[in-house]
Nanobody
Framework: QVQLQESGPGLVKPSQTLSLTCTVS??????????WSWIRQPPGKGLEWMGV???????YYTPSLKSRTSISRDTSKNEFSLQLSSVTPEDTAVYYC?????????WGQGTQVTVAS
């Protein structure tokens, strides 16, 4: 079974870049036709899908965040990462990483990120 664990700073200052890493175990990020996504949930709001990096390294971002978002991977560490630039308090949210292949979906436990000075 695939397991995911998010890590990164819990507090980021406005205008800085938010950086999070998702460490994957129980499966390789380069095989199995998996799509590895970042999703967030601001307080009091629903889930927002941010972007994905597929098993072949291709990426796709939601249009509203595309100019500020980058998802990359480190295959030697079996990790994938999120960078969100020029953050504002509106980027405060619980950030999740997710793996999906067909009917199989696995989530990380989520990590709270607060944008404040």
């Amino acid at each position: 079974q695939v397991q995911l664990q998010e890590s990164g700073p819990g507090l980021v200052k406005p205008s800085q870049t938010l950086s999070l890493t998702c460490t994957v175990s129980g499966g390789s990020i380069t095989t199995g036709d998996y799509a590895w996504s970042w999703i967030r949930q601001p307080p009091g709001k629903g889930l927002e899908w941010m972007g994905v990096i597929r098993y072949d390294g291709s990426t796709y971002y939601t249009p509203s965040l595309k100019s500020r978002t980058s998802i990359s991977r480190d295959t030697s560490k079996n990790e994938f990462s999120l960078q969100l630039s020029s953050v504002t308090p509106e980027d405060t949210a619980v950030y999740y990483c997710r793996a999906r292949s067909g009917t199989r979906t696995y989530w990380g436990q989520g990590t709270q990120v607060t944008v404040a000075s």
